[in-house]
């Protein structure tokens, strides 16, 4: 980075060389996409997903949001909260993401002045409010990533703050995912049998007690699994119990979210890829209309009526657009949500129903974010056109 | 924005991070073998394919890997890599598929670059054996922490019918619904372990007792310095002008092309010694050895545009 910012003729390193990875983004000197950089501590390691922060890069900020466990979000001290900031708040709470750090940047540029610090954690903790954060899933921390204060070290220039420094947080922040503590779902991406047909040869294979294996091959989506569980199938809905939970290592007591497993069941059930297993005490709905929240985000634009695919967990069906509801507004100050739009456009976050040709089995967004989520894709050009939510889970008080 | 995702929870974790790691990678493998086709594993013996090799077992464990392999020879191997390969391959009863960069020279396809190196030379066969085996989904063992282009790289990519990656055009991953839809002559490369660092790899390679060609190991090697690298005569070449043949102990950070990739000095004979060396080391393995992403700021994203691994 030092050689290419020397190339360029500047006397202090060029820090946006560091995650501005294409050409297209040097030349224009904006971030444009996604960048992932990877990082440890003797504690954590972690996958940063830098985002940028331009409007027209809404669905960059969408994609990071979709996978993270936490945000930080950058602002100026001499500026506050800014309509960019509203944005990307309203964006992490649709997502769901479940903490937030509010990183008040360049506090040596306002004299680390603890009331205008003050003043922009209190703006910023109203918006949080409203977009339905919690108040203990918000951390606010004065940083200044140029000098270093309170990103891995204590700053002496603010003795006035009393919480941890950057690094700090994030390395001692609780991240244990929503996801573990919800009733087990498991989308069957693929059907183990290692007899069947041009598989035959394999060794492991000739052996005679593999003669009848058939594992359902996943990973599990959240709950936990194990031995004797009670499951349902769907959206077929047939229920059996669970044999065994196998891994190449061997079989498992029990597997939590995350993890990527093959479960053999006491019957033998027609089941393939595209089926969930389920909790058979607490299932998901089985449906075909969907009430749903909908980034949109491609050029071409949104019109009821709409036939496109959807893509949930291992399935994709065919699927019809109905009406388009509200559309979320992030002019204001405060994020609201306005009346319906003929049409969605790039960026565009709005309520619309959907029906689908199969039935699914969804729960919530805001209650389980896999079996929550889908895609819809366009026919003709493969195209990811939209990121979509179950339900409705960004209220707005 | 800044989006953080710490992978290992500091309390009762469920997964550590290399089980999140390859849980992630397995399922991945999975969606692959779900939606398409005829999917390929490129398999050069290098350490990064080697470990997909391993992680492909893993996930259609007790049945077979459900793909075959292919590797785009330089000719400008190290004889111990091919070695390597050949066993790994027998042992797994796997099908390989080679396409030698010296069929395409020999009959006019491609031309023997001034400076000999063959990496670049790599895309056209690349590009032909895909279309000539049909394959649809291409398994690569790029890591976003090696380069800034790669950096920048989805876990499922399309590429074209001529096999350009444009990064404009990327389709937005999210969560991990992969979107592998393609048009017929189109094909997606995947990246299993796109978020894994290099010590990651070498963690879980020694976690998992995978086997690697000795190169990766310190051996003593007559080795000559270019343009900061230490570089092995070969096939290739051997030095020019003042350029001068050393005997160091020295190692290999990466296995490509003989005339491009360099060795490292160390004394690393084990895998703890190799973990400790990757842990001090402040440049990727490619930053540091491989020439051909040194040619220029965006050198990787130019091979990458036209098809590249």
């Not at chain 2, 023997?112 to 590009?127: H, I, M």
């Not at chain 2, 490369?189 to 976690?207: A, G, H, K, M």
């Not at chain 2, 190991?217 to 310095?225: I, L, N, P, S, T």
Request: net charge negative; aromatic share 6%.
């Amino acid at each position: 980075m030092q050689r290419a910012s020397v190339d360029k003729g500047l006397a202090t390193p060029d820090l946006s060389l560091l995650v501005d990875g294409l050409r297209a983004e040097r030349e224009q000197g904006i971030t444009i996409d996604v960048a992932y950089r990877y990082f440890g501590t003797p504690t954590r390691e972690f996958v940063l997903a830098d985002t940028p922060g331009h409007v027209q890069y809404t669905r960059n900020t969408v994609t990071g949001a979709s996978t993270a466990e936490l945000a930080v979000l950058l602002v100026d001290a001499r500026n506050g909260v800014v309509e960019q900031t509203r944005r990307h708040a309203a964006v992490l709470a649709l997502l769901r993401v479940p903490r937030l750090v509010l990183a008040i940047n360049k506090i040596d540029l306002v004299d680390y002045d603890e009331a205008v610090l003050a003043a922009i954690a209190k703006d910023f903790a109203g918006l949080a409010r409203s977009l339905g954060f919690a108040d203990d899933a918000v951390v606010t921390i004065p940083v200044s990533a140029l000098v270093g204060d309170n990103v891995v070290e204590r700053s002496e220039h603010t003795p006035w703050y009393e919480g941890p420094t950057l690094l700090g947080h994030l390395e001692s922040v609780p991240v244990t995912g929503p996801e573990v503590a919800a009733p087990f779902r498991m989308p069957v991406q693929y059907v183990i049998r290692p007899r069947g047909g041009a598989d035959a040869r394999s060794a492991d294979a000739a052996r005679g007690d593999l003669h009848d294996y058939r594992g359902y091959a996943g990973q599990v989506a959240s709950g936990t699994v194990a031995p004797g569980d009670e499951v349902v199938v769907l959206p077929g809905g047939t229920r059996t119990t669970v044999a065994a939970v196998e891994t190449a290592d061997g079989p498992l007591d029990a597997a939590t979210a995350g993890r990527s497993v093959t479960v053999l069941l006491a019957d033998d059930i027609d089941i393939s890829r595209g089926d969930v297993l389920a909790s058979a005490a607490e299932p998901p709905r089985l449906t075909d209309e969907l009430d749903t929240t909908l980034c949109w985000l491609a050029e071409k634009p949104l019109r009821p009526g709409a036939r496109l695919l959807l893509k949930h967990g291992t399935r994709t069906t065919p699927v019809i657009v109905g009406a388009v509801g509200e559309r979320l507004s992030l002019d204001s100050d405060v994020p609201t949500w306005e009346p319906a739009p003929e049409q969605l456009g790039i960026n565009d976050i709005a309520h619309a129903s959907l029906r689908t040709a199969d039935p699914l089995p969804v729960d919530d967004y805001a209650d389980i974010r896999a079996t929550g989520s889908f895609l819809l894709i366009d026919p003709p050009t493969g195209n990811t056109l939209a990121a979509g939510l179950v339900g409705t889970p960004l209220a707005v008080h | 924005m800044t989006a953080t995702l710490p992978m290992t929870p500091a309390v009762a974790p469920a997964l550590d991070a290399l089980d999140a790691l390859e849980s992630e990678a397995i399922h991945i493998f999975r969606e692959v073998a779900g939606e398409f086709d005829r999917p390929v594993i490129l398999f050069s013996g290098g350490k990064d394919s080697t470990l997909l090799v391993h992680l492909a077992v893993k996930a259609f464990a007790p049945a077979p890997v459900p793909f075959a392999l292919l590797h785009v020879d330089t000719g400008h191997n190290y004889p111990e890599v091919i070695d390597f390969r050949d066993r790994l391959v027998e042992r797994l009863g796997l099908r390989l598929e080679v396409a030698h960069v010296q069929d395409w020279i020999d009959d006019g396809r491609l031309v023997e670059r001034p400076d000999g190196t063959r990496n670049p030379l790599q895309t056209v066969p690349l590009l032909d054996s895909i279309n000539e085996h049909r394959f649809d989904a291409v398994f690569g063992g790029g890591r976003r922490d090696e380069e800034r282009a790669r950096a920048k790289e989805r876990i499922m990519s399309l590429r074209d019918a001529f096999g350009r990656w444009d990064p404009r055009k990327q389709r937005p991953e999210l969560w991990n619904l992969y979107n592998g839809r393609h048009a017929p002559g189109e094909h997606v490369r995947v990246f299993p372990i796109s978020n894994w660092t290099e010590l990651d790899v070498w963690r879980y390679i020694q976690r998992e007792g995978i086997e690697l060609p000795e190169i990766y190991f310190a051996h003593q090697r007559e080795v000559f310095r270019r343009d900061g690298m230490w570089l092995a005569e070969g096939p290739w070449g051997g030095p020019r002008g003042a350029e001068a043949l050393v005997k160091k102990s020295v190692r290999y950070r990466t296995v490509g092309d003989g005339s491009c990739t360099g060795a490292v000095e160390s004394t690393a004979t084990t895998l703890d010694e190799i973990i400790a060396e990757v842990t001090a080391s402040r440049l990727t393995e490619r930053g540091a050895t491989r020439a051909d992403d040194r040619l220029s700021e965006a050198a990787m994203e130019d091979r990458k545009r036209e098809g590249y691994f």
